[in-house]
């Protein structure tokens, strides 16, 4: 595999050295300025408002964010909700409300839960499940204004009420959430929200929205047996689990049924001691196939040791990388570079 080693200027930590892993028949100049660039509002506007509520929605779109993600679970009477765990007690107050409602390895679970008694939580900012502690201390205080629980109809319709008044096309970025678990439930959860998209014209190949799952097997069930042509994202996690699909093997199978990937930003990077190593195989790979790549996930109060800023980190990514668009909990910083540098 050829190398091209370069020595950091002022974008990179001080000292650093950044290699660049392509393929041996690569070309060095990696970035395509054709390609578009997109921005993926991470759980919304998440770093400045309680994840995944409609005020969190609202202010990701006024920041420009070219795609919203609703991570979505059932509740017990089937109905979509956008939830990023399966659990409700992390970003709930469902332990003070219900407190005799949890499973036996005590987490309380959206799909024990009615859409009616879901709607009586307060949502705050993310917490640890085993300690009184928020997971980003600096983010919005806990407990302060009341947030609720949105359905995947209420997203929508937000989104879809502002692209008409404010005359844009924001898209939105469901995540199935374990189907595994939801099928060992009783519930298909791919089914029903492929229902409630179709409701609001989200049908076809052109539609302004993206299906992420991790799950392969259950998003090539969606493509083959339900048989939708809208677009996905295959996930791809950083443990050893997903290796296969880090290979050219594993892209000719994902192009089959994906329209792109949204691997962690450790598939692509690596940090050991003093050297960077940007590994653009995956990448090209990727992009040879037809495929876009979204990694996640970019937040500027939790950065990785090889970069200052939140902005260095887009950068990098996208454009010394060339990826076509990333997840973040800060749309308006991604949004603000991509406007500068003319996109």
């Known amino acids: 595999m050829a190398e091209w080693i370069l020595w950091t200027g002022g974008m990179m930590l001080a000292g650093?050295?950044?290699t660049l892993l392509f393929p041996s028949n690569a070309r060095a100049a990696h970035h395509d300025t054709l390609r578009e660039k997109i921005v993926i509002a991470h759980?919304?506007?998440?770093g400045?408002?309680?994840e995944h509520t409609l005020?969190?929605?609202?202010?990701?779109?006024?920041?420009g964010a070219d795609f919203i993600e609703q991570d979505l679970v059932l509740t017990k009477d089937k109905i979509p909700v956008v939830l990023h765990d399966i659990y409700l007690d992390t970003t709930t107050d469902v332990r003070r409300k219900f407190p005799d409602r949890a499973r036996i390895d005590g987490?309380?679970?959206?799909?024990?839960?009615?859409l009616e008694e879901i709607k009586t939580l307060n949502v705050h900012e993310r917490m640890y499940p085993t300690k009184d502690a928020a997971v980003f201390p600096k983010r919005f205080p806990v407990g302060r204004s009341h947030f609720a629980v949105p359905t995947l109809t209420e997203e929508i319709e937000l989104i879809q009420g502002l692209n008409k008044s404010m005359e844009r096309n924001v898209g939105i970025y469901p995540e199935l959430k374990i189907p595994a678990f939801h099928t060992?439930?009783?519930?298909?959860?791919?089914?029903?929200?492929?229902n409630t998209l179709a409701s609001y014209g989200y049908f076809n190949s052109s539609a302004n929205v993206y299906i992420q799952c991790f799950d392969t097997h259950y998003l090539k069930r969606l493509r083959f047996e339900l048989s939708t042509q809208l677009p996905f994202i295959q996930l791809i996690g950083a443990d050893g689990g997903y290796n296969r699909l880090m290979t050219a093997k594993g892209f000719d199978d994902v192009a089959t049924y994906a329209n792109g990937i949204g691997p962690s930003t450790d598939r692509l990077i690596r940090c050991d001691q003093q050297q960077l190593t940007m590994i653009m195989e995956p990448i090209k790979e990727a992009h040879n196939r037809g495929l876009v790549v979204h990694p996640y996930t970019f937040r500027k109060d939790s950065l990785p040791s090889?970069?200052?800023s939140l902005e260095e980190l887009f950068r990098m990514f996208y454009f010394i990388m060339g990826v076509d668009g990333v997840f973040t909990d800060f749309p308006d910083?991604?949004?603000k570079l991509l406007r500068a540098a003319g996109y």
Do not use: H
Not at 184 to 194: A, N, P, R, S, T
């Open 16 to 18: 650093m050295l950044i």
């Open 48 to 50: 400045y408002l309680p």
């Open 107 to 114: 987490r309380w679970y959206a799909i024990d839960f009615t």
């Open 55 to 63: 005020e969190a929605v609202a202010l990701a779109y006024g920041m």
């Open 43 to 46: 759980r919304a506007a998440s």
């Open 333 to 335: 910083a991604a949004v």
């Open 184 to 194: 060992q439930e009783g519930y298909d959860i791919g089914k029903i929200v492929l």
């Open 306 to 308: 090889y970069a200052n």
